[in-house]
């Protein structure tokens, strides 16, 4: 069976790594992005499995991503979003925006790899 | 003109300087040069860290994987994964005898722990102290530097290497304010038993802001368990003990009442203020007593803080203490908190009287019963005497004609209401009656619709009033000294004699010698000033709330020099004020003497005998038209002396000569304790032998008071 491709978009390479290679231990293949002008090309091109992006990136923030996949690309494919700024407003904003997911930092990876399985999951198996 | 032929005569000063033209070319040529230099160090460092940046950054990207395996890496992974950490583990080993390496791998893990958590971020704290980064840290712990020593206490407590904790509490007496700062944070995150060490060590000052890091730290430990902080109110920093009540209040830890209610008495005002805060937070019912004691000797600062605590917990017993504020505290903040206490305990007592016209007060409408119950007239009263006082400061002549209104409202009721009442008013009408005639005699004395001579015509009525009184049962009594106390004035004075003298309820005794202390003060300021000057005053604060440095109803803050002395830095500076209080200083200084006695060194007491010496001296020398020698004084007098019944006052202190044995069943035929007390305040004489059989007691008065008795005495035989 063909692995998962999810796209990880994160300005921290060091964590980008980290996350990459739990998630690739657990059978998926994850491409790395660290700004969002080469997320917005990339999933322009080929859209992945599912996003994780942060909401705090370059050129291109993690909430503009949820609206331009939604809206421009008309895609519902599970996207997750991480960011430091827990606040109540940027959680609903995700939301609202269609995110599936949000997960504050700092990340547990153990955690966010159950939290991408179960949406995935959620949106193939259905 | 003399200055232009100056300028003609020194023409060097404008003309340019003569500069050979090679040394011009020299100095062009090192400008260049150091242009150069310049331009190059400028390159020459942009790249360098350009470069460090590079191979930092080349070197973060070789490192991540390595590190994410060492995260991640378990022992059931496949052969393949394991021959992989095996060969890491070799490789790191390599590396890690490299400084810079183990310098950018240390900075990785440091950067890493913050984004990662749960079991990852254990793995990371375990892994940096297995590749022995920490012994790094540990020396930067020992540079001169204090910006290093900061990052290695930084590095050590956010990698949570709880060896470290002797190490690093070695800093939170240092003397670099980062540092100790740093090391105060540190102790708190690697053990539970941080805070303990910290407040059990700090010799120097917590700031507010660090306080509430050192809060958020704690409150950022897992599973925290604090300790009970009341134990560090007994701490010599004050500090300390701030931060211990800011503790007490975070954790909610309010079995430390009586630690708190004690601290009211602190001498520092931010000590005072925090522990005012947790008890009414806390709300400590039983430290309202306290606060009131220590009220009078606060800053406005701290009262205004009693007096919002007061509001809170308080209820209506307190009342009675936030009036007085209202009246003697000439600070506004303080009196406005006290009103703004009066209507928190009792909404609207005291309502808005600025530009209120009282044309458009609405008269009060009488009740369909046609009776008043003692509640609604008490409001009634309360409101009426409010309204008195703030248009009193403004224009007499327009409050009468109104006060008049408002009591021919209430008198005309009277009848009325009897007339439609068929029934025959039985037992609990006396009561009403009784209390109407009280509240009515009130009002026409605080509308100055009585006189002095008024009053005396009242004499009939407390006659009456006294045997009723005699009538009641305890319950009744007891009611009716609650009455007394809340809208008593003046012309009760009688009543409460008698009340002194005929009850057999002690504590009804004191209510009434306390009333009728208070109603000897309330209603004219004439009285004050009377008993400021000559008299030892008859003030209810001073003697309901205990205040040793309230002397004769001066504050010591009333004396000119307090303020000075107050900033008197030095010694010299001390003497040289007192020296002048000697010279110039005269009764009013008295209590501030007398403070000064109880708090300074030898030297200066020595100094402060010798003035309180000369002050009573003078005063005892000057004659009392000397005292009294301004208008206002005199006129104060007058009117104090027309209102001093002096027929009552004589029998008060012939009494117990002609009657000796009024009073057999309850004191053995002496006058009660409390009436000895008043005759001492009113000042009122009887000779050795009487003051022996009266009270069986023989008091030794202080020079001062023999010296203001004898004023009194000297005026009432001038009267």
């Known amino acids: 069976m063909e692995p998962k491709k999810l796209l990880l978009a994160e300005d921290d390479a060091m964590l980008a790594s980290l996350l990459k290679y739990r998630l690739e231990k657990d059978g998926y293949a994850v491409a790395i992005k660290t700004n969002g002008k080469e997320v917005k090309q990339d999933i322009a091109e080929h859209l992945p499995d599912a996003i994780i992006s942060d909401v705090m990136m370059p050129y291109f923030s993690g909430i503009e991503l949820v609206d331009f996949l939604r809206n421009d690309l008309k895609s519902n494919i599970p996207i997750i979003l991480i960011s430091a700024a827990s606040n109540e407003e940027n959680v609903i904003s995700a939301f609202k925006m269609g995110a599936n997911d949000f997960i504050a930092k700092p990340v547990s990876p153990s955690e966010l790899l159950i939290r991408v399985t179960r949406e995935i999951e959620r949106y193939y198996c259905t | 003109m003399y200055l232009s032929s100056k300028t003609y005569q020194l023409p060097f000063l404008i003309s340019s300087p003569k500069i050979h033209t090679d040394l011009l070319w020299d100095l062009t040529l090192l400008f260049v040069v150091l242009a150069g230099l310049y331009f190059f160090f400028i390159f020459f460092f942009k790249n360098r860290s350009a470069t460090l940046f590079k191979k930092r950054k080349s070197k973060r990207a070789e490192l991540a994987p390595i590190i994410s395996n060492f995260l991640f890496h378990s022992p059931e992974d496949p052969k393949t994964e394991q021959r992989e950490y095996v060969e890491l583990k070799i490789t790191i080993r390599e590396y890690l005898s490299d400084k810079y390496f183990r310098k950018v791998l240390a900075d990785i893990l440091f950067d890493l722990q913050k984004d990662v958590a749960g079991a990852t971020q254990e793995r990371l704290y375990n892994l940096y102290v297995e590749l022995g980064l920490h012994h790094d840290a540990y020396q930067k712990l020992s540079n001169w530097r204090w910006n290093t020593v900061s990052k290695g206490i930084l590095e050590l ?396 109803g001066i504050l010591p803050e009333e004396s000119i020099f307090y303020d000075l002395y107050a900033y008197a830095s030095d010694m010299n500076s001390k003497e040289i004020l007192i020296q002048e209080i000697i010279s110039i200083g005269d009764e009013r200084d008295i209590p501030f003497l007398v403070q000064l006695q109880q708090t300074e060194t030898d030297i200066i007491k020595t100094l402060v005998d010798k003035a309180l010496e000369t002050i009573t001296k003078a005063i005892s020398e000057k004659p009392l038209d000397d005292v009294l020698d301004n208008s206002v004084a005199e006129v104060a007098v007058d009117n104090a002396i027309d209102e001093i019944d002096f027929s009552a006052l004589q029998t008060l202190v012939e009494e117990p000569e002609t009657k000796p044995n009024t009073n057999t069943d309850s004191n053995g035929g002496l006058i009660p304790l409390e009436l000895c007390f008043l005759y001492d305040e009113l000042g009122i004489l009887y000779d050795e032998n009487n003051k022996k059989e009266d009270l069986g007691l023989n008091f030794e008065l202080s020079k001062e008071f023999e010296v203001m008795v004898k004023s009194n005495n000297y005026s009432l035989q001038n009267e």
């Open chain 2, 157 to 552: 407590s956010q990698m949570k290497v709880t060896d470290a904790f002797h190490f690093i509490s070695k800093f939170i007496n240092d003397k670099r304010g980062v540092v100790r700062k740093q090391a105060e944070i540190a102790i708190i995150s690697l053990k539970d038993e941080g805070i303990n060490h910290l407040l059990d060590n700090t010799k120097y000052a917590i700031s507010e802001w660090q306080q509430l890091r050192l809060i958020e730290a704690l409150s950022s430990l897992k599973d925290y368990r604090p300790p009970k902080f009341k134990t560090w109110l007994i701490s010599h920093n004050k500090d300390v003990v701030l931060f211990s009540l800011r503790l007490i209040k975070h954790f909610n830890q309010n079995e430390a009442a009586a630690s708190i209610t004690e601290l009211v008495k602190h001498k520092n005002d931010q000590v005072k203020i925090a522990a005012i805060s947790c008890i009414k937070d806390f709300n400590f019912n039983e430290a309202n007593s306290v606060l009131k004691k220590v009220f009078w000797n606060c800053s406005a600062m701290v009262k205004v803080q009693i007096l919002d605590t007061i509001g809170a917990i308080g209820d209506e017993g307190d009342l009675m203490f936030l009036n007085e504020i209202g009246k003697l505290e000439s600070n506004f903040s303080v009196v406005n908190k006290a009103h703004a206490a009066i209507n928190t305990i009792s909404p609207d007592s005291i309502l808005p009287t600025e530009n209120i016209v009282e044309d458009l007060v609405a008269p009060i409408t009488k009740s369909e019963s046609g009776l008043y119950d003692v509640e609604f007239l008490e409001t009634e009263v309360e409101y009426s005497e409010v309204v008195v006082k703030s248009e009193k400061t403004i224009e007499t002549k327009e409050i009468e004609v109104e006060e008049i209104e408002v009591f021919n409202l209430v008198e005309k009721k009277e009848p009325k209401a009897k007339e439609e009442t068929e029934e025959p008013i039985e037992a609990p009408d006396f009561k009403i009656q009784e209390m109407e005639r009280e509240l009515n005699k009130t009002l026409n004395f605080s509308l100055g619709l009585i006189d002095a001579t008024a009053l005396g015509k009242g004499e009939d009525e407390s006659k009456e009033t006294q045997e009723d009184y005699a009538q009641m049962s305890k319950e009744q009594r007891v009611k009716f000294v609650d009455t007394l106390e809340s809208v008593g004035d003046k012309r009760e004075t009688q009543l409460l004699e008698f009340i002194m003298e005929h009850e057999e309820d002690a504590e009804l005794r004191f209510r009434a010698f306390n009333t009728l202390k208070s109603v000897g003060k309330k209603p004219e300021q004439a009285v004050e000033i009377v008993s400021k000057t000559i008299t030892p005053s008859v003030e209810p604060t001073a003697k309901l709330e205990p205040e040793p440095l309230k002397l004769d």
